[in-house]
């Protein structure tokens, strides 16, 4: 399954210059400077680049979902992606593991590993 | 910047870790007025003020709030900002801003109540949303207190070079030993790496003991002219050189988070010193969590990419080690009272070179690295000092 729409990273811009995908909100392409950009749509898997399993979360209002892990992913079209990170029950995630796209939320993308071993 | 433009003449502290009865401006005032008596200065003989934001106080233009609450009328003033990077950024602005003319003698003061003000939750929650250093909107929806963003760095750090995480405890260990010479500090009891390997999770692979304190704490360093250094009776402290490095503001927007833009600060200070990190008796490193300072040990060339964690496995960093780190204990031990730390460091190296180092004075030092490191691991500013034997 492959949830992929810009509705999952309504910030992902494409450069119409470069070619440079973008997910951090700037006005100008990090690679060449040009202003003009496009809405991109991605694939939405990837490698894991990096991950933490949050124990205590900083807010009273987190600390009802904790522990959950935070995750950095590098999609296959070249762009690192912020978003959460689900495993099995007693699995722990590893960097380079490739992972997929399994549900936008409301305000962040969550991601399963699709690493053999683990399915 | 030229080499040896501008000198420190005096360092000062307010009382470091629990100080309920101090709030953040009488810190800072402590710390200042112990600055320049340390200098031999008073407040009359300050034409320039620096220093940093306040979590605690919100301050709008704080260094105008801090120069009208300690009753000064600077010449040249300004907000340095570059979070754990601006204590070591406050030394070199104040050092090109006697440089050029702008004034002769610069106060450089920074400080809060973040334990007493915020309690250590109100703390953490605050630098995990308001200002924090998480992305609005791509970073803070996920929930990562600030240590899981520094987690991030050690996860990685451990994957592609191996190091472990008694490696990184190994480093609050030496914080902890070195505090415990130090009056002032805030943790002072010793611990091993088995307490911090076995102490409460926060964010793996981070227990609580890989993280810096939240402490309350202000300090202040007097930058002057080589004039008015000469003059005064105390040895100067020389800012040989100084170098920043910008890496990302956000931590998902990265390229690396293994090797850091401390490696381009590193390289412009000692550039400008005309020395190498083998010329560096000691180091004063930005040691907001362990992890931190295996990055920095390998970035600042004390050692190759990926061999940090055996640095200081070695005992490299120990009092006794080939590179002594952060005498006093650092913001793991000695406090942490949030941006303002960083100016700790700078008072440390400062110390050391002047003799002033009490029970904790190293032997043989004369030239100093003091790295500032901001953001999550973005932002750097590194600075080499050095006594008279350095120049």
Redesign the interface.
């Known amino acids: 399954m492959t949830v992929a729409n810009q509705n999952v990273f309504p910030?992902m811009r494409r450069c119409t210059a470069c070619g440079s995908l973008r997910?951090?909100?700037k006005p100008l392409c990090p690679a060449c400077h040009d202003a003009k950009s496009e809405a991109a749509q991605v694939n939405g898997q990837g490698e894991l680049?990096?991950?933490?399993?949050?124990?205590?979360?900083?807010?009273?209002e987190?600390k009802a979902?904790a522990p959950?892990i935070?995750a950095?992913v590098d999609l296959d079209e070249g762009v690192?992606?912020?978003?959460?990170l689900i495993m099995p029950e007693g699995r722990t995630p590893?960097?380079?593991d490739r992972v997929r796209l399994v549900a936008g939320g409301?305000?962040?993308a969550i991601f399963e590993s699709i690493d053999r071993e683990i399915i | 910047m030229m080499r040896a433009a501008a000198a420190i003449v005096g360092t000062g502290e307010s009382r470091i870790g629990v100080v309920p009865d101090r709030t953040s401006m009488e810190l800072i005032a402590d710390a200042a007025a112990q600055a320049l008596e340390n200098a031999g200065l008073t407040f009359k003989d300050v034409d320039g003020l620096l220093t940093t934001p306040s979590r605690v106080e919100g301050w709008p233009m704080p260094c105008v709030v801090v120069a009208d609450a300690l009753g000064l009328k600077p010449s040249y003033f300004a907000t340095v900002d570059v979070a754990g990077a601006s204590g070591t950024s406050m030394i070199h602005q104040a050092a090109m801003a006697v440089a050029t003319g702008a004034c002769s003698t610069v106060l450089c003061v920074a400080g809060q109540s973040l334990l007493s003000g915020m309690s250590r939750g109100g703390a953490?929650?605050s630098?995990?949303?308001r200002g924090s250093a998480a992305?609005a909107?791509?970073?803070q929806?996920?929930?990562?207190?600030?240590p899981?963003l520094y987690?991030?760095?050690a996860?990685?750090h451990m994957?592609?070079y191996g190091t472990t995480h008694e490696q990184m405890a190994q480093v609050a260990v030496e914080m902890r030993r070195n505090a415990g010479l130090n009056p002032n500090a805030h943790m002072r009891e010793p611990i091993t790496v088995e307490d911090v390997i076995n102490a409460?999770?926060?964010?793996?692979?981070?227990g609580r003991l890989d993280c810096s304190l939240v402490s309350d704490g202000a300090g202040a360093v007097i930058v002057t002219t080589p004039e008015r250094a000469r003059n005064l009776n105390g040895q100067p402290v020389w800012l040989l050189g100084a170098g920043y490095g910008l890496g990302h503001a956000?931590?998902?927007?990265s390229g690396s988070?293994t090797t850091t833009a401390a490696v381009a600060s590193g390289a412009d200070a000692y550039r400008g010193a005309s020395i190498s990190p083998s010329d560096i008796d000691f180091a004063c490193l930005y040691d907001c969590f362990t992890i931190t300072v295996i990055a920095e040990l390998e970035d600042l060339g004390f050692c190759p990419k990926g061999e940090g964690g055996a640095f200081v496995e070695s005992g490299g960093i120990a009092r006794s080690g080939i590179l002594p780190v952060n005498p006093h204990g650092g913001l793991l031990s000695a406090g942490h009272s949030g941006v303002p730390a960083g100016i700790f460091h700078v008072i440390e190296a400062a110390r050391q070179i002047r003799q002033e180092g009490g029970d904790r004075q190293l032997e043989r030092v004369s030239t100093a690295l003091v790295h500032g490191n901001g953001g999550i691991i973005g932002v750097h500013c590194s600075l080499i000092l050095g006594g008279a034997d350095a120049l």
């Open positions: 910030t997910f951090y909100p680049y990096s991950f933490t399993v949050v124990h205590r979360a900083p807010t009273r987190l979902e959950y935070i950095l690192r992606v912020t978003g959460r590893r960097c380079g409301q305000s962040f | 953490i929650a630098m995990a949303t992305h909107e791509l970073e929806p996920l929930g990562p207190p600030i899981a987690a991030l760095v996860q990685r994957h592609e409460p999770m926060i964010t793996s692979p981070l956000w931590v998902g927007d988070l």
